[in-house]
Every structure is written in C-alpha cells, then in structure tokens.
C-alpha cells in the first residue's frame, strides 16, 4: 500500500513522519541531531531512501548529512563549501561593500536522474553541486560572476539563495531564487545565468522594475509544464508562462499577497495553494486566522481553506520551505508552521488535520510519496 | 597521550563518549592538536575551525589548566599539564542560549 513520508527541518532538530496513504495516523522519529538547525531535508526522487539534510548551528557551523535508509540512520559527508576564485564582494545593509561569506546552506535539490548529484542554495547567496554524494561540493559560480551579483543585498533573513528548480523536461534548465536579488535561469546546466525579473515590481527598491534587487520568496513549477511558473514574491503573487521571459500578477482577490511558500498541485497545473501573511513587518495570517488559499485558475481567483485550521488566535507564520504536496489521489498538502504544527490535509486542501502540535519551530517540509 | 574534551554536540557528531585521547607527532600545539583530532574524526573537520582559513570558528573556545586559550596564536606550545596528559584540553561551545 502507498503511504508518505514527510522530512520535517526545524530549529531543533529533524522528524520523519510517516503514514500509510490513508493519510490519517502518523508515526513521529525524531529529533535527528537534536539541538541543531535544520533549514531543509529532501530526498531523491530516483531513490526515496536517499535524503540529503542541511544541518547546522551559531556554534559549530554547517554540516551535510545523507541518509540511504529514508531518514533511520545518517552519515556526515563533505562540509567544505568553497566560493570559487576570489569570491568578490556584494552590498551590505548600508550599501558598502561586503565580501563573500559563507554561512549556511538553506535548501538542498536533488538531481531528477541521479541520486549522487544534488545542488546546495546556501547563504551568502551561491549555488553548489555534488557529483559524488554530498562529499564533495563545487560551485556554479557564473551565477555569481554574471555581472549584477556585486550590486545583490541581503534581505531580512540573510542573503540567500533558497529555492532551486530543475526543469524534468530539459535537462539544461534550471532556476534559482535569491532573497533579495531576484529569479534567474541557466539554459546550460548552470555553467550560465541570466537574471529573469521582468515583470516584478517591488515598491521596497529605488527603481521598481529594476532588473535585480527583488525580494523572491519561492518559485514552483508543474513537471509536465515547466515553462509555467509561479512566484511568492515579498509581495505579489506571479505567473510567467514563458520560462520566467515575463512575469505578470495573479494575486487576484487574496487577502494579503504577502506571504513566503507556493505549491503546485501534483495532477493539476492550474491549481496552485498560497499561504497569505499580513505584512513584511508582521509575519502572521491575517485576522488570526491560519488560512491556506487555493486558486483552480492559475491565479486571480482564489478561495480559503480553513476546515480543520484555527481560525482565531493564530499568529503563526509559514516559511518558504515549509509546505509540500504528495502525489497521491487526491494529493495531500502540508505546511509547517513556526508554532510547531504540522497540518496536513488529505483532500487536496479541502480539510486538514494537525499531524503534531508541539515540534521546535518548523523550518521545511517535504512530502514523499511512498510505492 | 593528549586528552580532549569535545562539547555535547560534537561528541554525538563524532560518535564518541567521554574524552578523546589522541596521540601527537612533535610539538604539542593547538593546531597539531586539532590536526590529530580531525585527522581520527574527518567529521569534525570545519565545526572547530574554518576549512580555509583554519580560524577558530567565533563561538568555539579552547580552555586548559583554567585558563582561556582561544586567543593565543594555534602554534603555541600547549602548557606542560595538556602535554604531559594530566590536564585535558577543554574544547567548549561559548555561552549563547536559543
């Protein structure tokens, strides 16, 4: 019987949830290195049981842990995350220079095809990849030497790159997102990058429509249509529908557009869930009322889930790797919160359930659906 | 024989319990110390010390014989008490809750 599997990263620690595809009682394993920071755990999906996890701390730093058991037992691999040549320098918060530092890796994208390779977003903003693993790790650094990262400044959270997008159509294509320059595409297996922003205006930048310099939350994609994107930006919701060429707003009829995650229905390209957040300087749901909203128009026309949500006294946020679908029928959907829930519904969002109340802040969430 | 005592989290991460005896080539100093440390546990490399630079990492600290170390420059000879194996060096996350 299928079943799911959810690679949960928190503040304190891992978990791994696990249900059979009923979806309606859950095991909890965990804390997996208990005490530490873990910004985000994905697993192949060539080989389920292969999961990479970011693990780190203010004491001792970052470390890259690989498990080949689907989360029982981890190895540590390779920890060394280089900048390439002379890293350079990008703007600090008041616009001087600021040279290149490695502080975190925030998400982890498992190669489409081979689950020895595998690509690391880390902050300051660079992108690495593993041929081997996890053991070894070597940057992409046309991203950083395309010509506008020197101008690139950290948001609120760090200056990080924090979602990585692989096109399962085209093996050349990627995307990345980095708080806070923007959206970028490498047409040659990120040997290249260009930045693609046309379209997004953010009122926090001197120049709205600049080409970098946005405030990009997370970008999601439909496998069998991925010159479709959907963008969270700080505010707006976006679409592109030719590669990231252009960008246009579907934040429609939502009740902030504020707001970190965005998924993609696994069976439906057009049906795609936000999570609105008040404001930049009040990160919780509007009302106090946890609301996830669902658009079944690609955009624009949205409505709110709440069946099984708390609708009063909820000031809780979601963060950008916190939520996830599965690829069942109907397909589950899941978000974290830093209150410590898990919520998960098993009807393609129409009602939810905590699966577990009381984790350390939630950081990530990935679901995977097990044969 | 030099003793070290490793903090909680890096104990877990190197799957060790108690103090780590390691044995040195030539003079005893906080870097041919971590060097053997890291040389018997590769997992620690990067958690003590930067890879590149090898600088202690900020909130790491190095006390023996009741003093504080984290200062003296890493080829500094060790005081006799580590040397000799009587006294361990005391490898300590600094104070910082969360």
């Known amino acids: ?371 | 024989m030099i003793r070290v005592v490793l903090p909680a989290h890096l104990r877990t991460l190197a799957r060790v319990d108690g103090e780590v005896r390691l044995d040195v080539d030539g003079e005893v100093t906080m870097c041919s110390v971590l060097d053997a440390l890291e040389a018997r546990y590769p997992m620690l490399r990067g958690t003590i010390r930067d890879h590149d630079s090898q600088r202690r990492r900020a909130f790491v600290r190095f006390f023996a014989c009741g003093e504080d170390l984290s200062h003296e420059p890493p080829d500094t000879p060790l005081p006799d008490p580590v040397t000799a194996g009587v006294e361990p060096l005391l490898v300590v996350g600094a104070m910082a809750g969360g």
């Open chain 1, 1 to 371: 019987m299928s079943g799911v599997r959810l690679l949960v990263g928190t503040r304190k620690g891992a978990f791994v949830l696990t249900s059979d595809g009923t979806r309606e009682r859950w095991e909890v394993a965990g804390p997996h290195f208990a005490g530490w920071e873990l910004y985000h755990l994905k697993g192949s999906p060539v080989d389920l049981n292969r999961i990479y996890a970011s693990q780190s701390n203010g004491w001792f730093g970052q470390l890259i842990q690989r498990s080949d058991d689907g989360g029982t037992t981890w190895e540590p691999v390779g920890n060394e995350f280089a900048y390439d040549g002379v890293p350079g320098t990008h703007q600090w918060y008041d616009g001087t220079p600021h040279p290149w530092e490695f502080a975190r890796v925030w998400h982890l994208e498992p190669s489409l095809t081979d689950p020895d390779t595998v690509y690391a977003g880390v902050e300051d903003a660079a992108l690495f990849r593993s041929v081997d693993g996890g053991r070894e790790w070597t940057e992409l650094s046309g991203l950083r030497g395309h010509g506008s990262g020197p101008s690139w400044q950290p948001g609120a959270g760090g200056m990080c790159l924090h979602t990585i997008l692989l096109d399962p159509k085209d093996e050349t294509r990627m995307y990345v997102a980095i708080s806070a320059a923007g959206a970028f595409r490498s047409d040659d297996t990120g040997a290249t990058w260009r930045p693609i922003n046309r379209g997004l205006r953010s009122g926090g930048i001197p120049d709205e429509d600049a080409e970098v310099g946005h405030c990009v939350h997370r970008i999601a994609m439909h496998p069998a249509r991925p010159e479709v994107l959907f963008m969270q930006k700080h505010w707006d919701v976006m679409r592109s529908d030719d590669a990231g060429e252009s960008w246009h707003e579907v934040s429609g009829d939502l009740p902030s557009d504020f707001g970190f995650p965005i998924e993609v229905h696994p069976h439906e390209p057009d049906t795609i869930y936000v999570v609105p957040i008040k404001s930049d300087s009040e990160h919780f749901p509007p009302d106090g009322r946890l609301r996830v909203y669902r658009s079944r128009t690609g955009g624009n026309e949205w409505e709110a889930l709440t069946d099984g949500l708390p609708q009063r006294d909820c000031y809780v946020n979601v963060l950008r790797d916190a939520s996830s679908v599965d690829s069942l029928d109907p397909c589950g959907v899941y978000v974290g919160t830093t209150g410590g829930q898990i919520y998960a519904s098993a009807d393609a969002g129409d009602t939810w359930t905590a699966v577990v109340r009381d984790l350390p802040p939630v950081l990530s969430v990935e679901a995977q659906t097990l044969p």
